[in-house]
């Protein structure tokens, strides 16, 4: 028996590959096991090979594998592209149709299973993922009831005879694999422990934590791979009285979000790298008008249109630094599912708080990847929005404004919401003075843009656990650094090192910016080494952290740019070639 199966699906995109992995991450997951899923895509509808990776497991897992157990292969480019894959004991499940072949070095065994024309027996070539969902349980030892309820709720809304169709083409791909596989499986699942558990991409994640924080508008243009968020709550807003619109563009979108949030409902955006770009203009804008705004960026291959659906994380410096002009800014950067809801929570807090842009850093991988995840707490949930003065007192000259912009000791101004009786005041993209008239003086000025920028001092100390630390040694040989999805290879990479009795600690950055110095400073200057991971081609982060903390002979890089994301396997031997010592294949 197995504690973990890696289960991969591939073949041309449209052909079902996405609804087949699909269909057999959900059966498991609701049999209580652990499941991450990562797709590969192309940047088109249809057409171009895809394929689907899931990793079954009995405990829990944040990364994809190195290694593949079982490939289900719709066309020979599958097997082309991903038998180097395979374990040795791995097996080829194949549609006969195109008389599949495999390279003489992989180990693994092919099986040729007639999908497409088992699927046609039974009313349609279409049903041929069923097929191969059936095999797949012939070979994992899994009974094929176990899918009934899925495709009861995917199919029953067509018909009953719809659902006994897709069954019997499942049934018959699981017996055509049980006549056929002889003593070749040893690829049976331990058993799960039956807990029910959500299985849900980052971005649902994000959407829910949106909501959950009180929003109630989503201005958005669609990019991928931000584009979920918004069809998420295309369907879930109007639930609870809130809307989604489709702008014509991403600045629209951010300015929308801008006018709303100044009337008092909480609004946000998403967006890409591309997207980001075009609504820098409009984040300055929310930096001094101190109007508060979440954008959710979700990273992907750069630069101009680059990999849209591919793996990176190099909008790191542009997060930070991209506006023109200096605006107190805050990026936070989840790095797990439940991290990106409860962040999200706070995103939007923290906006009204403090009255200034937060951009909510995720990346492909973190967003896109279906992962098994723990059920939310809700009564965790707060929501705090700052100095809003319902109020305020009249004024004796009547000429006068509500000081909208005064300057406090903290940098926070009081606010209030259009409409409050003695509220009124101007408000201006231009420098101004307290009650939001221009005012360009290099007194007024200097009084201005202090008070702005202090308006942070607080942040960190104040932010839900700025980094994520697993350091149980005082004096580690090697520390590793990470942000937002390569918190679980890295997680994986240290559990193997430690095993061999390698002193590791793991640090992940929740908080970019401000940069949280105080906290990451003693891990930094207690490690031999540091080794920061990180899916871009200059090491930003790494370069950060230089900037921010120092020790700048001590830290290494291992950057990935190539549009895959890390796996444990990757980490673990970067580690070991920064150490200067052997490693093994885990």
Request: proline residues 4%.
């Amino acid at each position: 028996m197995k504690k973990q199966i890696t289960w991969k699906v591939g073949g041309q995109q449209g052909e079902g590959i996405e609804s087949t992995g699909e269909i057999f991450s959900i059966a498991l997951n609701r049999l209580g096991y652990y499941l991450y899923g990562y797709r590969h895509f192309s940047s088109r509808i249809k057409g171009g090979h895809t394929n689907n990776k899931v990793r079954v497991s009995t405990a829990k897992v944040n990364a994809i594998s190195e290694t593949v157990d079982i490939l289900v292969a719709f066309d020979q480019e599958t097997i082309d592209l991903n038998q180097h894959e395979l374990t040795k004991e791995g097996i080829i499940i194949a549609d006969a149709k195109f008389q599949p072949e495999k390279a003489e070095r992989t180990n693994a065994e092919l099986f040729s299973v007639p999908f497409t024309e088992i699927a046609s027996d039974h009313g349609t070539s279409l049903m041929k993922n069923m097929v191969a969902i059936g095999a797949t349980c012939a070979v994992m030892n899994l009974e094929v009831d176990v899918f009934t309820g899925v495709i009861r709720e995917i199919f029953g809304r067509k018909s009953e005879e719809m659902v006994k169709k897709n069954m019997n083409a499942m049934q018959a791909g699981f017996q055509y694999m049980k006549e056929n596989l002889g003593n070749a499986s040893g690829l049976s699942l331990a058993e799960a422990d039956g807990t029910g558990r959500m299985f849900m991409i980052g971005n649902d994640a994000i959407a829910m934590g949106a909501m959950a924080a009180g929003a109630r508008l989503m201005p958005a243009y669609p990019i991928t791979p931000a584009s979920d968020i918004m069809e998420y709550l295309i369907k879930k807003l109007p639930k609870v009285g809130g809307t989604v619109i489709q702008t014509e563009d991403e600045i629209a979108a951010v300015t929308m979000a801008i006018g709303s949030n100044y009337a008092g409902t909480r609004s946000f955006t998403a967006s890409s790298g591309p997207g980001m770009s075009l609504m820098m203009e409009a984040i300055g804008l929310s930096g001094m008008t101190e109007t508060p705004l979440v954008v959710v960026d979700t990273q992907r291959g750069g630069p101009s249109t680059g990999l849209p659906t591919k793996q990176e994380q190099s909008d790191l410096m542009q997060m930070i630094y991209g506006t023109h002009g200096e605006i107190p800014k805050v990026v936070i950067a989840p790095s797990t599912a439940e991290e990106a809801f409860y962040d999200t929570v706070e995103a939007f807090n923290i906006a009204d708080e403090y009255q200034c842009p937060v951009i909510l850093l995720s990346d492909l991988q973190l967003s896109l990847a279906k992962q098994t995840v723990t059920p939310f707490d809700f009564g965790k949930v707060e929501i705090r929005r700052g100095k809003v003065v319902e109020e305020p007192e009249e004024l004796e000259d009547k000429n006068a404004y509500f000081k909208r912009y005064e300057i406090t000791e903290d940098g926070i101004s009081p606010r209030v919401l259009p409409g409050t009786k003695n509220g009124i005041h101007h408000v201006t993209g231009l420098e101004h003075d307290e009650e939001g008239r221009p005012n360009e003086s290099a007194a007024n000025r200097q009084k201005q843009m202090e008070k702005r920028m202090r308006k942070l001092d607080s942040l960190v100390e104040r932010f839900p656990n700025p980094i994520a630390v697993d350091a149980p040694y005082e004096e580690a040989d090697l520390i590793l650094v990470g942000f937002n999805s390569t918190r679980g290879a890295i997680e994986e990479a240290v559990e193997h090192l430690r095993k061999e009795n390698i002193k590791v600690n793991h640090m992940q950055i929740r908080l970019i910016h401000p940069f949280p110095t105080e906290q990451v400073k003693p891990y930094i200057e207690s490690a031999k080494k540091v080794l920061v991971v990180e899916n871009n081609a200059t090491g930003q982060l790494a370069n950060i952290i230089k900037m921010n903390v120092g020790y700048i002979d001590n830290i290494s890089s291992k950057l990935r740019f190539d549009g895959d994301p890390f796996s444990p396997d990757n980490v673990y031997t970067a580690s070991k070639e920064v150490l200067e010592l052997e490693y093994i294949n885990i």
